[in-house]
């Protein structure tokens, strides 16, 4: 289903995808008219994409076809062994991890998944994970540090599960676990938001040491339709939430809450996945030579002075 504000270009395509049947079908040469509404269509695609609100790029996260998880760990990486389970509940769908290859490099990754379908978003509960997901990416961390392997983290959650069944378990608590556990890693760390990054949920395995957001992509205290329901009393405030929450990937790295970021193909990720998955593994690969050099120690407190100098701004 098309996004509201791309609508004037779909229809624009498709006129021009009917002008090329016109022309195949009948023999009538069109290719003037043709090439005019090209141009008109290269002009609009400039204008909407090039101008897009904090709101608009929230649903560009959110479009349907963007590459999740085990999507790059298909594409980007090689010979990816999934490990399941927590060692104590259960196995979280909405957190997947394991062993990987990165270009010959042996490396942990972990991450949210949400479902390709409403079936599979069902089974995964739409990339929310209850506490059982967050142990499994911590025996992850620790496979991470005793091997000496790097740990790559995605995130793409819209927050962790507040259901009650995830309220028994320890849920608060098992995300502080999560982000304690990962601050002290001794192996480099790198998180890239894929889509959505919200609350804790996304904080939890975002502690790294360097943090890399994609384009379109969003990373907030709180989704701007919760932020709405609590200043404005109407969720459907979130546009101007989304803008007050300096969520983009634009505000985000003028306030250093990220490190960089990775572009995407035009009109967003899903427009072309395997472009977009390029420019992930090109991202990691030119990251983790950053850090080759640093090291256990000094990773460890190149975390710590990253995150602590988060918020602290000099006096002028």
Known sequence: MPLEFEKPILELEKRIAELRETARTTGVDLEAEIRLLEERLARLKEEVYGSLTAWQRVQLARAPGRPTTLDVLEKAFQDFLELHGDRAFADDPAIVGGLAYLEG??????????GRDTKENLH????????EGYRKAMRLMDLADRFGYPFLSFIDTPGAYPGVS???RGQAWVIAQSIQRMSR???????LILGEGGSGGALAIGVAN??????????SVISPESCA???WRDAKEAPKAAEALKLTARDLLAHKVVDAIVPEPEGGAHKDPLKAIHNIKEALLKT???LKGLSPEELYQDRYRRF?????????
């Open 105 to 114: 490099q042996k490396v942990v990754v972990v991450g949210h998944q949400k």
């Open 124 to 131: 995964r509960n739409f990339g929310m994970p209850h506490p």
């Open 166 to 168: 995830a309220e028994e």
């Open 185 to 191: 890693l001794k192996v480099p760390a790198v998180a």
């Open 210 to 219: 360097r943090v890399l957001i994609m384009e379109n992509a969003w990373y």
């Open 229 to 231: 329901a609590i200043l």
């Open 288 to 290: 983790l030579e950053e």
């Open 308 to 316: 602590r100098t988060l918020g602290a701004y000099a006096e002028s």
